[in-house]
């Protein structure tokens, strides 16, 4: 029997999967219906674009096509971009060019995705002259394309400028300019954005609200979530769900993240990223590796994202034996990568296991600047300062890595456990001539615990006193460390004077403070101390360390 052109068409439009493909393009062929074009387009269509299509396969076909339409050339565009294969994409782009075919208001939105893929700004101001050359600047998707590209290109600028000139009722163009301002870390100007359209009377929709609670969640704006939180239907899906509780979680209500996060009928991987990472961010390591458990015992399977945040709450509560399960998963899976083997090595270093963290960091391909900085903290951390420094020349010797202002506090800190003044200094100058790094309160911690150690009070006084910022309850207790250890009474009256003056919570400037004028036998000095101590309830804070017991791990 003779398949007819209707009937070609209405098996491709039915069509499941490649096995009913091939058959219908066996009858195609039989039919003498392979050339087409219609027939032909809705054949590399599903091949290209259909979940249960075949790329591979629609390359082929088109091979075949002596003079292939606009519409087939866009469909193998939208394939390769909506496959994450932007490099193929640009590719058929300028084939499509080359052999005379003219580029329409379909396929420029796809090359725009690749180029936004690519994250390739000159190759998407190609694109967008050849929008305006062919007089589809005008179209409203090709130019929300525009901002979508520029701004995954980390041109605000250039968004904002196109968005001035499209029509403002559209929710897309919106939510596209909130996208970018949340992906390039401008959260304030993200929510500014979503307050004007709501003002502008448009409303929003699920992609916008999302993209509205993330930004409120990196602007720590609490009151401005509650605001987008309102304005959500109760019958919200579990992505908009998941967005508030982070949003909550990230502002520090991490008992309204936590109830919302109960209430919910449906959990995904993310809404659980969000209330471990929480946890994890507010220093709860206890609450966070049991929510962990509650997360395994639900038979979800933890992602990068699940595992950076478990290794930082192991880091904090000294979890070693978990930490390694989570090491031995990690090497199982092979999810492994730069940011997953830096927090592997601080777990290590804060657990101290500082050669198992060497282990890794000597086996990463590549080392960033976080696995150099975490490698020398680490070592810093457990008395190996002289190894430290060394590692930071070997680190100097990669001209792929600049240290940063964390990579500072790691080498002073060593610096300071070593007892190398002279050393510290150097680096800590060096900060600012050579690197362009302003000192922060925390090197400048460094420095006057570094001399302090040394017995150079008087340098750290002078240091203290020169500072361009205020000095905190940190710096003086550090010089007030100093005092004790080298029994130097008159700097410790006067740096004491300084440190009350912040009305300490703890016991343990008192007691220090105590024993100072303990070894000066000024025991009237020591009465009133410990009256205060009595007075305001305060006690000495006990040593303490964690210890895991008993916990196993199910992944």
């Given at each position: ?334 999810i492994g990568n730069v940011i997953i083997g830096t927090s592997l090595m601080n777990m290590y270093a ?206």
């Open positions: 029997m003779r398949v007819g052109f209707g009937e070609i068409l209405l098996l491709l439009e039915r069509c499941k999967s490649m096995r009913e493909l091939k058959q219908i393009h066996g009858l195609m062929i039989t039919a003498t219906l392979i050339r087409d074009i219609i027939s032909l387009s809705r054949l590399v269509d599903f091949c290209a674009n259909s979940d249960s299509g075949d790329p591979d396969y629609a390359a082929l076909v088109f091979l075949q096509i002596d003079r292939p339409s606009v519409y087939i050339w866009n469909s193998l565009i939208k394939g390769s971009s909506n496959r994450n294969n932007p490099d193929e994409a640009l590719s058929m782009y300028r084939k499509m060019q080359r052999r005379g075919y003219s580029p329409d208001h379909f396929t420029f939105p796809f090359v725009l995705k690749a180029c936004a893929l690519n994250r390739d700004r000159n190759y998407g101001m190609c694109v967008h002259d050849r929008i305006v050359k062919t007089g589809f600047e005008s179209d409203l998707y090709a130019s929300i394309s525009l901002i979508h590209m520029y701004a995954s290109c980390t041109d605000m600028e250039a968004s904002e400028q196109l968005f001035e000139k499209i029509p403002k009722w559209n929710v897309v163009s919106w939510t596209t300019l909130i996208s970018g301002y949340v992906n390039n870390n401008q959260a304030g100007k993200a929510v500014r954005v979503f307050k004007e359209m709501e003002l502008q009377g448009v409303q929003p929709n699920e992609i916008t609200m999302v993209n509205a609670l993330v930004a409120c969640a990196q602007a720590r704006d609490l009151e401005t979530g509650r605001w987008v939180h309102q304005r959500v239907r109760e019958n919200s899906n579990v992505i908009l769900s998941a967005a508030i509780v982070d949003m909550y979680a990230k502002c520090g209500s991490l008992k309204v993240a936590r109830d919302l996060f109960d209430k919910m009928p449906q959990r995904n991987v993310v809404v659980w990223n969000a209330m471990i990472g929480a946890y994890t961010q507010y220093e709860r390591s206890k609450e966070a590796l049991s929510l962990f458990a509650d997360m395994q015992n639900a038979g979800l399977t933890p992602d990068e994202t699940t595992l950076l945040s478990v290794l930082g709450a192991c880091a904090h509560h000294g979890a070693l034996s978990l930490g390694q399960g989570i090491h031995a998963y990690i090497e199982k899976t092979h804060k657990t101290g296991e500082t050669q198992s963290g060497i282990q890794i960091f000597n086996g990463l391909e590549k080392k960033d600047v976080t696995a150099w900085t975490s490698m020398i903290i680490g070592m810093a951390m457990h008395g190996r300062g002289r190894e430290a420094l060394t590692l930071f020349k070997v680190m100097l010797r990669d001209k792929d890595v600049t240290p940063d202002h964390v990579t500072f506090i790691g080498v002073l800190c060593a610096c300071s456990h070593a007892g190398l003044v002279k050393e510290g200094e150097e680096h800590f100058n060096s900060m600012r001539k050579v690197y362009g790094i302003t000192p922060t309160g925390q090197h400048y911690g460094c420095m006057v615990d570094l001399l302090s150690r040394a017995g150079h009070l008087t340098e750290a006084e002078r240091l203290v006193k020169s500072m361009p910022i205020e000095p905190n309850i940190a710096i003086w207790g550090a010089l007030l460390n100093g005092c004790e250890v080298h029994n130097d009474f008159n700097l410790a009256d006067r740096v004491g004077n300084h440190i009350l003056q912040f009305k300490p919570q703890g016991g343990g400037v008192y007691v220090l403070l105590s024993n100072i004028y303990a070894k000066a036998g000024r025991w009237q000095e020591v009465m009133m101390a410990r009256e205060v101590m009595r007075l305001k309830g305060l006690g000495k804070t006990h040593g303490c360390s964690y210890i895991e017991a008993k916990r196993t791990l199910t992944i």
